[in-house]
């Protein structure tokens, strides 16, 4: 299961994966991520939480690169991610070093508020 939500007066993206996940699921979600993005500014920031990610079949992996490309063309000024398990980790480091501006801020956290202190953190000053 994935969902996606934005706060836009955060300017922030929330997309969650959780259970299993399968190709259908992520290449609907790019779609989304594509929808919810089309009149956000450059500057936004996203928070990806795998807190609840169970597996995602690796079939998965080009629509997860064509939510990083659409984040990119879009402006994305840094991703968040919440992965408690680096075991789960489902080659987002690799894939984002293709599919990431170098510029994108990338960081992950074990734990949801660790990554919502260092998203508040941003809010606050200003974007580069």
């Not at 939500?5 to 259970?19: C, E, G, N, Y």
């Not at 929808?35 to 079939?59: H, I, N, Q, T, Y």
């Amino acid at each position: 299961m994935y969902t996606v939500d934005l706060d836009q007066s955060k300017r922030l993206l929330v997309i969650t994966a959780a259970q299993h996940v399968t190709p259908e699921q992520v290449k609907a979600v790019a779609e989304r991520v594509r929808e919810v993005l089309k009149d956000v500014a450059p500057g936004f920031r996203v928070l990806a939480d795998f807190r609840w990610l169970e597996s995602m079949d690796s079939a998965a992996a080009p629509h997860v690169a064509r939510i990083m490309e659409t984040l990119t063309a879009k402006g994305v000024a840094s991703v968040a991610r919440v992965m408690p398990d680096p075991h789960k980790d489902i080659g987002l480091n690799i894939l984002s070093q293709f599919h990431y501006a170098p510029e994108i801020e990338i960081a992950t956290f074990e734990t949801l508020a660790d990554a919502l202190q260092s998203i508040a953190a941003k809010l606050n000053s200003p974007l580069r």
